[in-house]
């Protein structure tokens, strides 16, 4: 079993997030990283599914129904994390370390976590 491997789209990169992720041992890189800003949702989650990436993003309402399409046509995605944007860095921290230590990535393919439900209070 392999660990996810983050794919942080606009929305939520930001650079002491990636810093704090990558500073506890996960494999995480940004939208800007990969030289696709400014692309669709569709061909984010596209690049997300050919490099095995999980997809995290605040963009809640979009991918979850890019979600919704995909699996109606039988399509396949790497998995989507969703979250709402009012989450100070250390919570998302917190939430996306103990996700990425509790689920293999091929548990993540074709499924919606809402970072919500991985935050420890």
Same mark, same amino acid.
């Given at each position: 079993m392999s660990q996810i491997r983050l794919y942080l789209d606009e929305d939520a990169t930001h650079n002491r997030l990636l810093q704090a992720l990558r500073n506890r041992g996960a494999d995480v890189i940004s939208t800007v990283e990969a030289g696709r800003l400014s692309r669709?949702?569709?061909?984010?989650?596209?690049?997300?599914?050919?490099?095995?990436?999980?997809?995290?993003s605040f963009n809640v309402r979009d991918f979850y129904q890019l979600h919704t399409e995909w699996l109606g046509q039988s399509r396949?995605?790497?998995?989507? $994390?969703? *979250? /709402?944007?009012?989450?100070?860095?250390?919570? @998302? #921290?917190?939430?996306?370390?103990?996700? $990425?230590? *509790? /689920?293999?990535?091929?548990?993540?393919?074709? @499924? #919606?976590?809402f970072l919500g439900e991985w935050i420890r209070w």
């Open positions: 669709s949702d569709t061909d984010q989650l596209e690049w997300a599914l050919n490099n095995r990436r999980v997809i995290y396949t995605h790497a998995g989507i $994390i969703l *979250s /709402k944007q009012d989450y100070g860095i250390g919570d @998302q #921290v917190r939430g996306l370390l103990q996700l $990425i230590t *509790s /689920k293999p990535a091929e548990e993540m393919e074709n @499924q #919606v976590e």
